[in-house]
């Protein structure tokens, strides 16, 4: 997280065609349609869960489906005739699409790239992104609706920071505050594009004003969902700890240690908001700072999130062994670095996502290349910036899912050289 940038001072070409409230639509859009694959490409590998059924005096082994509607606790198809879960997200997906494409070329009709035409049209992005949550919130019956309720029930649950119990679909509450996390500046453009809307003198379909409402609004709305994923860590840091007392020592959960770096990782982001938005307004005589010494600053905590949050991507999140002990790493039971259980074909995958999970992670470095400073202060760039983000999510959750199976079925088997003393056990934590 690298704060909210800048930008240019007029309104450039780019936002001619495709202004502030449909790129916020767009990428909306396009996460439901991520969504989908996630479920469809995991559907494929048919992954499985063995059960143990007790016949009499012997046991043996059956297998069940287990995708990701079971891990996240969604209720499964009452009959077969019904849709797959991924069939019915790529419908609401299309659904979506549709007059967002229609919206689009009708502004591009009307408009035909002119600034006076573009600013006099912003009724058109505003009523559909309106139209978007109608179709979210309508009782229809035909768009999804279990999926649409569910989706607005486990909102409603996150964005106070709760959590669910695991048996009541926990991993489905953190996959999405995740995901939430991951959209902190679309949310933060999508305020930017109301504020702008409901303004008298503004057109939100102007150069984006990311000051409106205060200097200090869209950096507090980018941090909620930090704010959601601190709390809900603290939270289970409290059950874990309840849970001991109860048991009158510590359990196969650990004493909680792993929650509380997992909180701290979360916090390390809220510099990075602050002092971003100290460097946009940068004022001497209040800050008691050189600029230079205030980037330097940002710099350090920047770093710090990044590096922090890739680690625990690739040791927590993925259960990886690249950053545990060189025994663990080398064990000949498993690929370099990688786990003893895994469900994907090619290991070249997991190497694959480590790498551009870094790259994606480190976007602010741009900020460092003389060529490249102002890559970020452009509105065409914080556009790509915010794709690649939902792009690293999307690939994340692949990873993610397929850790939950393993270590719903296998038991956690990572050998942790940073937070080893914390936990016993399994590591059900992001």
Known sequence: MDGDPAVEPELDRFSLYLPLPYRVAFIIVLG???????????????IVRLRSVQKG????????????????????RSSAVLPSHHLSTYRLAALFTIPLVLSLIL?????????????VWEILPQSYLLLLVLFFVLPLQRL??????????????????????????????????????????????????????????RSSTDRPDRGCGGQYVVPLIISIPSLIRLRQCLIEFVRVRKTNQKRGGVGSSGWGGQHLANALKYASAFPVVILSALQRGYDPSKIGMSEAGLFRLWLFFVFLNSFYSFYWDVAKDWDLSLFSSSQERNNPEHQWGLRRHTHFHAKEMYYGAIVIDLMLRCTWSFKLSPHLDHFNDLEGGIFIMELLEVFRRWMWIFFRVETEWVRTNRGSTSDDFLLGPYTNGRLDED
């Open 107 to 119: 502004f591009w009709t009307f408009t035909r790239g002119q600034t006076s035409l573009v600013l």
């Open 144 to 201: 999804s609706r279990t999926g649409r309720y569910r989706f607005l029930s486990t909102l409603k649950r996150v964005s106070i920071g709760g959590i669910a119990e695991a048996q009541d679909g926990k991993f489905g509450d953190i996959l999405l505050a995740d995901v939430l996390t991951s959209y902190a500046k679309v949310l933060g453009d999508l305020f930017v594009a109301f504020c702008m809307f409901v303004s008298p003198s």
């Open 57 to 76: 005096a012997e046991s043996s082994l059956t297998y069940n489906q287990q995708d990701v509607p079971a891990l996240i606790r969604y209720p499964t």
């Open 32 to 46: 439901i349609w991520a969504w989908g694959l996630n479920l469809h490409y995991l559907s494929l590998l048919k």
